[in-house]
């Protein structure tokens, strides 16, 4: 019994794993293949923000709700901004396979996920829009509109305008 239980959890880690994994083979590939747009915007001053934040979380100079507020509102800007626009652009011309199954992975796990993600949220709502074209040719503003959504979803809370 003892084994039927490590091996349900491996089982349910698998997808948490696997999403890991490409995320880490894309941002590889981003790095290598967009490394002046990567520079940027690890260089622009919301993502310096960011990083001076998880310093000052880690040194317990704030509190998680504070760090979690601040980061929310921080990330979703860069998410929006020209920098982020111009590194997708390269990431889906330079690293398309990799997005495209790190998408299709994050979409699967969305979709197969009713626990956490009502049918109703607009992030499931969004997955389900891409998933249906799934022979289609992702767009930068599929890229765009789902790491928005997604962002939304996980901290949307702690975003106050």
């Given at each position: 019994m003892v084994l039927e239980k490590k091996l349900n959890i491996k089982k349910k880690a698998d997808p948490i794993l696997n999403l890991l994994n490409l995320l880490v083979d894309l941002e590889k590939c981003t790095k290598e293949k967009c490394k002046n747009e990567y520079t940027k915007q690890e260089k622009a001053a919301d993502s310096i923000a960011i990083n001076n934040l998880r310093e000052d979380l880690k040194n317990k100079k704030i509190t998680m709700d504070?760090?979690?507020?601040?980061?929310?509102?921080?990330?979703?800007?860069i998410l929006k901004s020209e920098l982020r626009h111009e590194l997708g652009k390269c990431q889906l011309d330079k690293c398309y396979s990799q997005t495209k199954n790190l998408i299709d992975a994050t979409l699967s796990n969305i979709l197969s996920n009713s626990k956490i993600y009502n049918k109703d949220e607009p992030v499931y709502k969004l997955a389900k829009k891409i998933s249906n074209y799934k022979d289609k040719k992702l767009t930068y503003q599929d890229l765009k509109e789902l790491d928005i959504a997604s962002h939304l979803k996980m901290y949307g809370k702690y975003i106050k305008n």
């Open positions: 504070k760090f979690l507020e601040k980061f929310s509102k921080l990330k979703h800007n």
